[in-house]
């Protein structure tokens, strides 16, 4: 790995053959996935992308407020095609809005389009913002980006949102606000960005945010009626029971309090000190806006956003590659072979963790599933917790050398 990394002549610096591998191993991913659906529904097993194709359906069906019912969507689940999948639906009304286009296509068909327009946007917009060291976050990040098109998920699309918001807030636009109004659709994960432009007084990208919050939610509630945000409350409401109870697969969770839980330590602490790293790294966003130059205050905040909520996943780490991304050039510039070795075992050991807990895993018929479900631990949190603080450390030596405000 440190031989790969080396500050000068580097594969991943000059080859853009490197760049070019990762990107055709994804598109292939993308391929197989496509062609082992239909093998996967006759195995009566879902994949993440399904639970949106789903809830389609049901919007066809004039349904959706079942989707918001645990035991009514394993129903739809188990009718679809013979699948008790723990599959729970908490998003905002507005993510059905896209849930409604996918069932236009068929299964294989609307995950293909869904994860490889979404992966081309995020390609894209780190490409943006990384330059000529997109290939270092891709490598860094390929577990993440793996696992997110393996399941369907969407991690791309929050992953371009949130890397949009970042080049327009850089170019003093306020059409920031429209992509950081969009993030409604995963709302914990935009709460650092949030702060961030509340910090630095950017009154019209807040005024665009809140515009955009305000006109998806009345187009959500004129398609699904009023009664879909109480179906949706209560969704949400079923959902933190389920967390607290350790239904969800939290091996595959990267936050702190899903490590402590799958440790033995009670929920209400474990909450605690969630929301202890929470402060944290919002008072971390709020003292970097007004001291750091934007960029640079741009990545705390994505890595803030990844680190406030109990309910993040491996797939929800694309916007931490956003954050790779903006110090991207310190990281590969400044810091030696073997430190941007680490740095890259530890982004693949915290991607991958969920990864690796999936194959320890017994099938969901076996009697012992839900035992083993619980007692698998999640370690991406304090990885990932690990991975800041050695990043942070070798920054800060080079920058003390440099002696500018900027660089630190």
């Known amino acids: 790995m440190t031989s790969l ?47 949106f194709y789903l809830v389609g359906l049901l919007i066809g069906e004039g349904r959706l407020e079942e989707a918001y019912h645990f035991g009514s969507m394993r129903a739809v689940q188990h009718a679809f095609n013979g699948s008790d999948s723990f599959m729970p639906w908490t998003y905002p009304p507005q993510f059905n809005l896209i849930a409604a286009l996918l069932p236009m296509a068929g299964r294989a068909v609307a995950y293909s389009i869904f994860i490889a327009v979404t992966l081309a946007a995020y390609v894209l917009v780190l490409r943006r913002i990384a330059g000529h060291h997109l290939t270092f976050v891709l490598l860094a990040l390929l577990p993440v980006l793996m696992v997110t098109a393996l399941i369907g998920q969407n991690g791309f699309l929050t992953g371009a949102l949130v890397g949009a918001f970042c080049l327009m807030l850089l170019s003093g636009r306020a059409s920031a606000g429209l992509a950081l ?29 809140a515009a955009t919050v305000v006109f998806s939610s009345g187009l959500a509630t004129l398609v699904f009626g009023v009664s879909i945000w109480a179906a949706f409350l209560g969704g949400v409401h079923e959902a933190g029971g389920f967390l607290q109870a350790g239904y969800y697969p939290m091996f595959r969770m990267t936050s702190l309090y899903a490590a402590l839980h799958t440790l033995g330590i009670a929920p209400q602490h474990a909450l605690l000190a969630q929301a202890t790293v929470a402060a944290a790294a919002l008072t971390a966003v709020i003292w970097t806006a007004r001291r750091w130059q934007l960029r640079h205050a741009l990545a ?20 931490f590659g956003v954050g790779l991304a903006l110090i991207a050039r310190e990281i590969v510039t400044r810091c030696s072979a073997a430190q941007k070795g680490m740095l890259v075992c530890l982004c693949w050991l915290g991607g991958a963790w969920g990864m690796l807990g999936t194959y320890t895993l017994p099938m969901q018929t076996d009697p012992n599933y839900a035992e083993v479900l619980q007692s698998t631990l999640s370690m991406s949190g304090p990885i990932y917790l690990l991975l800041l603080a050695l990043g942070a450390f070798c920054l800060a030596r080079p920058a003390a050398r440099l002696g500018g405000r900027s660089a630190a």
Do not use: Q
Request: glycine fraction near 8%; aromatic fraction near 6%; include cysteine.
């Open 5 to 51: 990394l080396r500050e000068k002549g580097t594969v991943i610096e000059t080859s853009p053959l490197l760049l070019a591998a990762i990107l055709a191993m994804l598109g292939l991913l993308v391929v197989h996935v496509n062609i082992a659906l239909p093998e996967l529904g006759a195995a009566n097993t879902l994949v993440d992308f399904d639970a």
């Open 181 to 209: 109004g969009l993030m409604v659709i995963k709302p914990h994960l935009g709460v650092a960005l949030g702060v961030l432009v509340l910090a630095r007084g950017d009154w019209r990208v807040l005024a665009v945010a």
């Open 300 to 319: 705390v905040a994505c890595f803030a956003s990844v680190a406030i909520s109990p309910y993040t996943y491996d797939y929800d780490m694309t916007i």
